[in-house]
């Protein structure tokens, strides 16, 4: 059972606009910033975004990142093939004084 | 840019302690961040298990904590993790990674305990 919550799964068609939720509590999304990572069969994971909505160098802007309250979003627009993976979110816990992640969420481009 | 290069058996038995070493390159871990440990059993999601500052400070997962260690050694410019008492449950990919936004990932090391 993971400290944050994401669906298990999502799916869009190709040039579609998907959003995938992470939910959390006032100890860590309600009170820390956010990360999302993307994972490729068999790789490790990619930082895709950072402090809630901040793209590190090198990721299309076609991925965004919100957040409110004690839930974040991973928006992604005019969705590719390529972009079928699994997508975590992470954030700091105070409670916990820990890193927290999401159970991950397995997004399929039909 | 920043590597990183987790190393150590693959194989372990129950009740025995696992060990893993992550080289970095690209950047002296005496300059800052913290750095540490993220496993992945197979199939299964993403698990912090602890980080480490140069200094030495270090944070570790409660669920874990009385099993884990982890140093540093900035000499040779890496870290290592210790964690003892194994069980099937500790079967995963154990990767090393840049700790804070965890921007840079070692390309993971499957460990497996077995007899």
């Known amino acids: 059972q993971s400290v944050l919550t994401q669906a298990p799964s999502a799916s869009g068609t190709p040039g579609q606009r998907v959003t995938i939720s992470c939910s959390g509590s006032s100890s860590n999304i309600g009170r820390n910033a956010v990360n999302w990572y993307q994972q490729l069969p068999g790789t490790a994971p990619k930082l895709l975004i950072y402090s809630n909505n901040q793209r590190p160098s090198g990721v299309p802007d076609r991925f965004s990142g919100s957040k409110s309250g004690t839930s974040a979003s991973l928006a992604i627009s005019g969705l590719q093939s390529e972009d079928e993976a699994d997508y975590y979110c992470a954030a700091w816990d105070g409670s916990l004084d820990g890193w927290v992640f999401g159970g991950g969420t397995k997004l399929t481009v039909l | 840019q920043v590597q990183l290069q987790e190393s150590g058996p693959g194989l372990v038995k129950p009740s025995e302690t696992l060990s893993l070493l992550c080289a970095v390159s690209?950047?002296?871990?005496?300059?800052?961040?913290?750095w540490g440990w993220i496993r992945q059993p197979p199939g299964k999601g993403l698990e912090w298990i602890g980080s480490i500052y140069h200094s030495g400070r270090t944070y570790h997962n409660l669920s874990l904590k009385s099993r884990v260690t982890i140093s540093v050694d900035t000499s040779k410019n890496q870290f290592s993790l210790n964690l003892s008492s194994v069980t099937a449950a500790d079967t995963a990919v154990y990767y090393c990674s840049r700790s804070g936004n965890w921007d840079f990932w070692g390309q993971g090391t499957l460990v497996t305990v077995s007899s």
């Open positions: 690209g950047y002296s871990i005496s300059s800052g961040y913290y």
